[in-house]
């Protein structure tokens, strides 16, 4: 407070100032506010880390689907029953190590893929895959690794490139209904669109590249 008598300025100490208050104030309410926008911003970021890891599990599951399938038809002629039965069960292999993956694989076309795991977890591949003309080579870069999904961009040897995307599976063949099947270990890779591939004489969606 300040008083002023006969031309002095007089000053008492002791009662607090108006302005020094309403700073004091202004403070706690930033400090509120910068906490509030901390945890919004944290909440945010888990939301969107959960909603891709939910968006790379969706379409894990796709993909398996993808490398599935079942058929089964019994046919009665003169008396004879004749059962055809033939079962895949693809599921997501995930592994809680990603050098787990790291190895070489092969497919029933003749093609193989040879894929790293570096220390940090970076992966890199390369391989060949069934061409229009042959056998194409290619190298993957930009490869991302999410849960099993692998994903990145193929470039081969001329030069050109094409999306990549596979998934680790653990594959299970039954020939009946009683059989236990056999399980295979592998990457399953799409090729969208399907392509026709040496020199016509098939086309290919999907190829399978197991692990030796």
């Keep these: 407070m300040l008083v002023t008598k006969a031309g002095a300025a007089v000053f008492t100490v002791g ?53 599935s399938k079942r058929k089964h038809e019994v046919r009665e002629k003169k008396g004879v029953r004749v059962e055809k039965f033939k079962e895949v069960k693809s599921e997501p292999a995930v592994r809680g190590d990603a050098a787990a993956y790291a190895g070489e694989y092969e497919s029933d076309t003749g093609c193989g893929l040879t894929l790293r795991v570096a220390a940090g977890g970076a992966v890199e591949a390369d391989g060949c895959e069934p061409g229009p003309d042959g056998n194409r080579r290619f190298t993957l870069r930009g490869a991302r690794l999410e849960g099993a999904l692998l994903t990145g961009t193929k470039v081969y040897d001329d030069g050109t490139n094409e999306k990549f995307e596979g998934l680790f599976i653990n594959r299970t063949d039954r020939d009946s209904p009683t059989d236990a099947g056999t399980t295979a270990f592998g990457l399953g890779v799409i090729f969208d669109p399907p392509r026709t591939v040496h020199h016509g004489s098939y086309t290919l969606s999907r190829l399978f590249y197991r692990k030796k």
Excluded: I, Y
Aim: hydrophobic share 45%.
């Design 15 to 67: 009662e607090p100032a108006f302005g020094t208050e309403h700073n004091k104030e202004e403070e706690k309410d930033m400090r509120r506010v910068f906490a509030v926008t901390l945890l919004l911003g944290l909440c945010l970021h888990g939301s969107d880390a959960a909603a891709q890891r939910t968006n790379a599990e969706r379409r894990a599951a796709e993909l398996a689907a993808f490398f």
